[in-house]
C-alpha cells in the first residue's frame, strides 16, 4: 500500500469513527428506549395477565369450540355497552380457556379510543376494561412503536431506525482490525480503564450485530409500512363490502363454521365483525407455514347477511412478497423459534443500553484524557 493509500484509508476511517461517534451520541438514547420496551414487550401478554390476575381466572379450563354461543353472548353483552354504526367489534379465539379477550374499535374520526375487553368464559360479564394506551403494557407498546406520538411518532421510530442501522455498520467498520484478528477481539482485563471500557463496547456490539441488525431492521418495516410495500410488493388484502339485503346480521359461529370451511387447515385467531352495514365479517386465520402464531396473515371475508364467502386471502398462495413480510413481526419480536429466541429477544434489548454507557464513558475519558494532555 503507498502513502497516499494509506492516508486515504486512514482518512476514511476517522470519518466512520466520527460518523458511529455522533450518531450514537444523538440517537443512543433513543436506541437504549426502544431495546428496553422492546425487552418488555416480549412478553407483553404474560405481563398484563400476572399485573392483573382477574384475566387468569378459568385458564384451566377447556377453551370454547367454534360453535360454543359463548362468542355470540360475548357479542351482544359487549354491543350493549358499546355501539358505534360505524365501529367494529374483534373477538380472539385464544387456545387456553377462561376470559374471552376482545377489541372494540370506534368509528375513525369518532371521539373515544380503542377499549380492550376481556368478557367471562360465558360472554355474560365484562371481567375487565380499559382504553388502549392507558394500562402499562398497552402504553410501553405506545412508546416502542410510536414514541407516543401517533403516526408521526411511528415515521420518527422508522426513520431513526434506518440510521441505527448505519450505526450498527458504522461501529463494525470503524473496528475492522488492520492487523491481528486475534488481538482485536480480544477483552484486555490488565490494561487501563479506558481500555476496557472500548473493549467492552466493541465486543457486545460485536457478538449482538448481526440480531441487532435483524431486530433494527424488522422494526424499521413495522413502522414504515410504505416502505414495507415498496421494497417487498405483498399481496395486498381484499376489501370485499357486504351487499345490505338482509336485516339480520349472521351469528359470530355462523361466520366461524364459514371460515373453517373456506380453509379447514386454518387455526381461527381473530373475528372481526363490523357494525358498518357494508362491512364484511373477517376471519384471521394461521395455515400451516405461517410463522407468527398470533398474529398470522391469511384472511377469509364473509357478507355479514347472506353468509356468503367474499374472498381469501392466503398466506400461501400470495406470492414471494407476502411471504416475506409474514416473517417480519416473528423475527422482530422473537417468536420465530420459540421461547428460547423470546428470551434471546428479552437479552438483546438490554444491549443498546450497554452500548449507549459503555460509548458515553469512553467518549468522556477520552476527552478528559486529551484535556490533561494523557495518552488514550
Do not use: C
Amino acid at each position: 500500500m503507498t502513502g497516499h493509500q494509506r492516508s486515504t484509508a486512514s482518512g476514511a476511517r476517522i470519518l466512520v469513527r466520527r460518523v458511529h461517534l455522533w450518531l450514537g451520541l444523538s440517537l443512543g438514547l433513543l436506541f437504549a428506549v426502544l431495546g428496553l420496551t422492546g425487552s418488555a414487550l416480549v412478553f407483553y401478554t404474560g405481563i398484563d395477565a400476572a399485573l392483573h390476575p382477574a384475566i387468569q381466572a378459568g385458564q384451566d379450563n377447556a377453551a370454547p369450540g367454534l360453535t360454543a354461543p359463548v362468542w355470540d353472548r360475548a357479542l351482544a353483552t359487549g354491543r350493549s355497552r358499546w355501539h358505534d354504526p360505524g365501529g367494529k367489534w374483534t373477538l380472539e379465539v385464544t387456545p387456553e380457556g377462561g376470559l374471552i379477550p376482545a377489541r372494540y374499535y370506534p368509528a375513525p374520526g369518532r371521539h373515544g379510543d380503542r377499549q380492550m375487553i376481556w368478557f367471562s368464559a360465558d360472554g355474560r360479564r365484562i371481567v375487565r376494561a380499559e382504553p388502549w394506551g392507558r394500562y402499562l403494557m398497552s402504553w410501553l407498546y405506545q412508546l416502542h412503536m410510536q414514541l407516543l406520538a401517533g403516526e408521526i411518532g411511528s415515521q420518527v421510530v422508522g426513520w431513526s431506525g434506518v440510521a441505527m442501522l448505519v450505526l450498527l455498520v458504522s461501529g463494525v467498520l470503524a473496528w475492522w482490525p488492520r492487523g491481528s484478528w486475534r488481538k482485536a477481539l480480544a477483552f484486555k482485563r490488565d490494561t487501563v480503564p479506558i481500555r476496557r471500557l472500548r473493549d467492552l463496547h466493541k465486543l457486545s456490539g460485536l457478538w449482538s450485530m448481526l440480531l441487532l441488525f435483524v431486530l433494527v431492521a424488522t422494526g424499521v418495516l413495522l413502522a414504515l409500512p410504505t416502505v414495507t410495500r415498496v421494497l417487498l410488493a405483498p399481496a395486498a388484502i381484499p376489501a370485499p363490502k357486504s351487499s345490505d339485503d338482509a336485516a339480520r346480521q349472521i351469528t359470530v359461529v355462523q361466520a366461524l363454521g364459514a371460515a373453517h370451511r373456506a380453509l379447514p387447515d386454518g387455526r381461527i385467531m381473530f373475528i372481526d365483525v363490523p357494525n358498518a352495514r357494508d362491512g364484511a365479517i373477517r376471519v384471521r386465520l394461521q395455515v400451516p407455514g405461517d410463522p407468527h402464531r398470533r398474529f398470522p396473515g391469511s384472511y377469509v371475508f364473509i357478507d355479514q347477511f347472506s353468509g356468503r364467502l367474499l374472498a381469501v386471502h392466503d398466506v400461501r398462495r400470495a406470492g414471494t412478497g407476502t411471504t416475506m413480510a409474514a416473517w417480519v413481526r416473528t423475527l422482530h419480536d422473537g417468536t420465530i423459534g420459540g421461547l428460547a429466541t423470546r428470551v434471546l429477544a428479552v437479552l438483546l434489548g438490554f444491549v443498546p443500553t450497554l452500548l449507549l454507557a459503555t460509548g458515553i464513558l469512553h467518549w468522556l475519558r477520552r476527552r478528559k484524557a486529551a484535556s490533561s494532555g494523557r495518552p488514550s
